[in-house]
């Protein structure tokens, strides 16, 4: 980890290995396609040998109360942000446009706030990244991840579209 100054501001710049990544990916149950830049790392997810979609859910929805309760991770709707977190997610989307249950793309910031910290405010280092991004790819196939509002992230478990109406 290193601390870049650039004017007056101060970022973290976490030095991830992509191989790392992929590996921790593959103990989790997924494929990983790892594409790297100086300021991000792009995943691209799938799980292959899983009959069922990714534990992506909508929290609006009532009959999602008992995902909802246990999960945690929540992911903005509207932007993909994985809350307090350096990740984002998207769908990934099939030839027609439908979303794909077995499959996500990631994006990793590697340049952060010098002042970003994790719930507890809890510091941000390699080490511990490695051990978050574990446990959100282990959330998405056991516990459940929460979609909170907007149409940018589709849920990919549990109803998937707005119910309709009972006339």
């Given amino acids: 980890m290193q601390v870049l100054q650039a004017g007056k501001h101060k970022f973290i710049l976490l030095e991830i290995d992509g191989e790392t990544v992929a590996s921790v990916a593959q103990q989790a149950g997924f494929e990983a396609n790892v594409k790297e830049t100086a300021r991000t790392m792009v995943l691209e ?20 109360l008992g995902w909802f309760s ?43 706030p ?6 507890g405010r809890q510091p941000l280092t390699e080490q511990v990244f490695y051990g978050m ?21 589709q849920p990919l478990a549990g109803r998937t579209e707005a119910p309709g109406s009972r006339n």
């Fill in 70 to 112: 246990r999960c945690q991770f929540y992911v903005d709707g509207r932007t993909g942000g994985v809350m307090q977190t350096p990740l984002s997610v998207a769908n990934k989307r099939d030839r027609a446009g439908r979303t794909v249950g077995n499959c996500l793309r990631m994006r990793i910031a590697k340049e952060l």
């Fill in 114 to 119: 010098a002042t970003f910290r994790l719930p």
């Fill in 133 to 153: 991004l574990n446990n959100f790819l282990l959330a998405l196939t056991r516990t459940g991840v929460a979609v909170c509002g907007g149409p940018a992230v």
């Fill in 45 to 64: 997810l799938t799980a292959e040998q899983r009959d069922t979609p990714l534990l992506l859910f909508d929290a609006a929805d009532p009959a999602n």
